[in-house]
């Protein structure tokens, strides 16, 4: 069942269209990773669907019910965790969840019970009672996604959280976002590092210039563009007949001899790869190694734009 | 109830962080303090004394000073103690006794008493011309008590009462600072005003912070509409403006014994004045996106005003120019309605028209902080 359903979103800024009839969906469980560079329309595509801006046009639904700004009920099934650490500096960090689980509606008592909670869930219980202000950036970063999570939403949406973080807590904050998605919660995910999208998005919606330009699972989008595995295999022996062999495949391609080994492409390279080694042995050549590059989203975003994704 | 916890989470953290504990709480009744004694009436003067041989002619000399209970004199071991004292300040003026003062009239020569005073010390002027008044009174005396026995001419000539001519003083019309106000009553209703626009003013400098750090949006994010969002950080404002005045009002009745007379006239002038500071500080927490800009614009405003409406100087002081620009300033209102009822004993009824026309300065400030902020806060 999808959490969150989105149509024909549309918003401008004077002249400028930042989103431009923006459409999918995030079922159950699911982490959606919205991809796309600097200026994309990530930021204030989740900002719609967050409610904390308004639309020019399109719907949003949150749970089967309609979503606006002004929507108490739906805004209480989404956590909301901005791109920079929304918190108070000069308060510590269960103060800081404290008032804002006051404002998601608990009660006094059931707000610290759940500040507790959602500090343990980040790692940050021991740190809870220190000012913000005196947090590294992972910290803080961390602390912003637990603030998102004060009222137990079936929607989180997390734009950007591992921006400028340290490994460490970027490894913490990815561990949070399973264990969340493995409770059920629905995850909207932007990013602009293809790496994330593909270690942690279980679909991805590749957005530029406010537009959704192609969206499915990574290697949905990897077949969409056609794009094929490069295998490089370092051997010795008859490398010229090894080509030769090779060649005769018929879903290989592109099949060259380099100065240690031969290199070829092919479309799976998974489901191909016992009939290339098998040709390459069948030659009289020793195999020493093999490397698969399957095509990642960064030549997804190539393809389809043009351009790179950090351009 | 989320209004409330915004407006308390305001209060809570404006009074908490630390140099906003300095300038909101110690710098006020420092102020009070100084202006007070710039400005208010009454307050005693202090008269250094050192040498003499203490003998019964030179403390009736000390003693003539201090008739009157104006002056208080403070005695020094020596002329280099009094002389540093009087430099630094610490006594208004110094009286040198010669060693064998006594001796010396009662022989029938004279005593050359030598007076300390510091240059351009309006107190200090004020004392020297009571000490010029004081000694030839006493040397007059001590000349009747050479017409014969010393003793017995001295005791006569105390006795005698010559037929002079008596001063009386009075106000013609109402007296701006009355007999018997405390020299703090005269300051603190200024400093109320001041503050309490200044605090909420450099305070605005929060909403700023609130919109930049992305706090606004979060809270937006949460099930909590928009018009709770704005009457939380309204309230905030009021609250900030409310808690300042209230300090120093409490605070100076304490330590100062300011009588801030007729208590629902104070807290209507109070809370009136509270909305007008709550108002201009949403209105410039709403125009700039930047603090930097805030603070600057706090201070100038915040100065500009008070100065222009009597609560720096006392607006009796000003020339008639400028205290009809100061009509233009919510301060000058506020200080006439204090004035009112510290000086002279009003009620709530005596301060209608002061009370109305700040009411009118909350109303518009307020409204249009209120619009501007939420314009500022939601993003359509």
């Known amino acids: 069942m999808a959490v969150l359903e989105v149509s024909g979103l549309c918003k401008s800024f004077g002249e400028t269209l930042a989103v431009d009839g923006l459409g999918f969906s995030v079922g159950e469980g699911e982490t959606y990773g919205l991809l796309g560079p600097n200026g994309a329309g990530k930021t204030t595509a989740i900002s719609m669907i967050a409610g904390v801006l308004g639309r020019d046009g399109g719907e949003v639904r949150v749970g089967g019910q309609r979503h606006h700004p002004a929507g108490r009920r739906t805004k209480a099934m989404i956590g909301y965790v901005p791109q920079e650490p929304a918190l108070y500096p000069d308060l510590t960090g269960r103060r800081n969840l404290r008032f804002f689980a006051r404002l998601h509606g608990l009660a006094r008592e059931e707000a610290g019970r759940r500040a507790a909670e959602v500090l343990e869930l980040v790692g940050l219980t021991g740190r809870g009672d220190d000012l913000v202000g005196t947090y590294s950036g992972g910290m803080a970063r961390r602390l912003n996604i637990a603030a998102g999570l004060l009222n137990r939403p079936r929607l989180l949406i997390l734009d950007e959280p591992t921006a400028g973080v340290d490994p460490q807590s970027r490894n913490a904050i990815f561990d949070a976002v399973r264990r969340l998605t493995a409770d059920g919660v629905a995850v909207l995910y932007t990013t602009h590092y293809m790496e994330e999208a593909e270690r942690l998005c279980d679909r991805v919606g590749i957005l530029d210039g406010g537009r959704m330009r192609a969206e499915g699972t990574r290697r949905e989008l990897v077949a969409l563009v056609g794009e094929r595995d490069q295998v490089t295999l370092r051997a010795e022996g008859d490398l010229g007949a090894a080509v030769r062999a090779l060649a005769a495949i018929a879903e290989a391609g592109e099949v060259s001899e380099r100065e240690d080994g031969v290199e070829l492409l092919v479309r799976d390279a998974r489901a191909v790869l016992p009939r290339i080694l098998a040709a390459v042995t069948g030659t009289g050549a020793s195999v020493g190694s093999v490397e698969v590059r399957e095509p990642d989203l960064e030549a997804v975003f190539l393809h389809l734009t043009g351009r790179a994704l950090r351009d | 109830m989320k209004v409330w916890i915004i407006a308390g989470m305001n209060l809570r953290r404006t009074f908490s962080e630390r140099t906003n504990a300095f300038f909101m709480i110690a710098m006020p009744f420092l102020m009070i303090f100084v202006m007070g004694l710039l400005f208010g009436p009454g307050q005693q003067l202090r008269l250094g004394v050192a040498g003499g041989d203490q003998g019964p002619l030179a403390r009736d000399l000390v003693t003539a000073l201090t008739k009157g209970e104006r002056v208080a004199v403070e005695p020094f071991g020596g002329a280099d103690a009094l002389r540093q004292a009087v430099e630094r300040g610490e006594v208004q003026g110094g009286l040198l006794i010669p060693a064998g003062y006594d001796a010396g009239l ?26 010029r008044s004081v000694v030839p009174q006493e040397a007059a005396v001590l000349r009747a008590a050479r017409l014969g026995p010393f003793d017995e001419s001295l005791a006569a000539a105390r006795r005698a009462e010559a037929p002079g001519v008596e001063v009386k003083v009075s106000t013609a019309g109402e007296a701006i600072f009355p007999e018997g106000l405390g020299a703090f009553s005269v300051s603190a209703p200024s400093l109320v005003l001041l503050y309490t626009f200044l605090s909420s003013l450099t305070a605005a400098v929060g909403l700023v912070a609130l919109r930049r750090s992305g706090i606004a949006r979060r809270m937006y994010a949460t099930p909590t509409p928009a018009r709770t969002l704005v009457a939380g950080e309204a309230l905030g404002r009021l609250f900030i403006a409310l808690a300042q005045g209230l300090l120093i009002m409490l605070g100076s009745a304490l330590l100062f014994g300011v009588d801030w007379g007729d208590p629902l006239g104070a807290a209507a002038l109070l809370v009136l004045f509270a909305m007008v500071g709550g108002g201009a500080a949403m209105l410039l927490g709403s125009l700039f996106d930047k603090e930097g800009p805030v603070s600057s614009a706090a201070l100038i405003i915040g100065m500009g005003l008070a100065g222009a409406g009597g609560t720096m100087v006392p607006l009796e002081s000003l020339g008639e120019t400028m205290r009809s620009v100061a009509r233009f300033t919510p301060h000058a209102w506020g200080y006439e ?20 026309v700040l009411a009118g300065f909350a109303a518009v400030l307020f409204s249009a902080g209120v619009w501007a902020l939420r314009r500022a806060l939601i993003r359509p």
């Open chain 2, 337 to 356: 309605g204090f004035a009112e009822l510290v000086r002279h004993g009003a009620g709530v009824t005596g301060i209608l028209p002061q009370l109305g």
């Open chain 2, 106 to 131: 009662r022989g029938g020569g004279g005593a050359e008493v030598r007076y300390l005073s510091r240059a351009s010390d309006l107190r200090s002027l004020d004392l020297t011309a009571w000490v």
